[in-house]
């Protein structure tokens, strides 16, 4: 069985500042992805930044970077320079052979 | 791309009604899947399809629940004699195949009185 872990239900910071949000998993199968996605309170679940099990780099997308540990079996998400509209709830979720498994997510919220 | 689109938004029925839902995915994905989602939680996997072909459905899914996908296009997601315990946000998504990016559609807010 696939499972995701966020252990940070609710994460707060000031605008401009750096948060890091953590996320460990647990999967037998040895070619998956994890993904990092947000969800703003009108609900529309919106990709932020995805990574291949089989790359060592980390992927960004502009503000937004991952720490993925394999061996630990980590994917942390780091946004940088937070601005207010990053505000949502965010998961980090694991496909394998065919879904997405979920975290239960973590509620950031940016601070004026 | 016009993304995921999902009708309707919401819906309130009374317990033991008949529902269904759409799912229009992004044209050129074969993938297509629904998940649901309550409150304060994760979305849960439902079921997923490759082109027409349904090819796993949850535990989740009761007999109360059928999905179909004819021609490889739109989705839907219908709940039979609904019950309290079915109100939540049922997704849909789409991606080109497999490892490919899902995309999400608004979800259709289900409560039942």
């Given at each position: 069985a696939q499972t995701v872990t966020q252990s940070q239900p609710e994460m707060s910071v000031q605008e401009a500042e750096?948060?890091?949000?953590?996320?460990?998993?647990?999967?037998?199968?040895?070619?998956?992805?994890?993904?990092?996605?947000?969800?703003?309170?009108?609900?529309?679940?919106?990709?932020?930044?995805?990574?291949?099990?089989?790359?060592?780099?980390?992927?960004?997308?502009?503000?937004?970077?991952?720490?993925?540990?394999?061996?630990?079996?980590?994917?942390?998400?780091?946004?940088?320079?937070?601005?207010?509209?990053?505000?949502?709830?965010?998961?980090?979720?694991?496909?394998?052979?065919?879904?997405?498994?979920?975290?239960?997510?973590?509620?950031?919220?940016?601070?004026? | 791309d016009t993304g995921v689109s999902q009708d309707p938004r919401h819906k309130i029925t009374k317990r033991g009604q008949n529902v269904t839902f759409?799912?229009?995915?992004?044209?050129?994905?074969?993938?297509?899947?629904?998940?649901?989602?309550?409150?304060g939680q994760g979305p849960?996997?439902?079921t997923y399809f490759q082109n027409e072909a349904q090819l796993e459905k949850s535990r989740l899914l009761s007999d109360r629940f059928s999905a179909e996908r004819p021609k490889g296009s739109f989705s839907t997601l219908e709940i039979q004699r609904t019950e309290q315990g079915d109100s939540a946000m049922y997704l849909c998504a789409s991606s080109r195949g497999w490892g490919e990016t899902q995309y999400f559609g608004p979800g259709t807010r289900l409560l039942v009185l």
């Open positions: 750096t948060v890091t949000l953590s996320c460990t998993y647990d999967t037998s199968e040895s070619d998956y992805y994890l993904f990092w996605y947000k969800q703003p309170p009108s609900r529309q679940m919106i990709l932020v930044i995805r990574q291949e099990a089989y790359k060592q780099q980390n992927a960004t997308e502009n503000r937004f970077s991952v720490n993925f540990q394999k061996a630990a079996k980590s994917f942390s998400l780091k946004i940088s320079d937070s601005q207010l509209g990053d505000a949502a709830m965010y998961f980090c979720a694991l496909q394998g052979a065919q879904k997405l498994v979920f975290g239960q997510g973590t509620r950031l919220t940016i601070n004026p | 759409r799912c229009d995915p992004i044209s050129e994905h074969n993938r297509l899947y629904w998940y649901r989602q309550t409150l849960e996997f439902l």
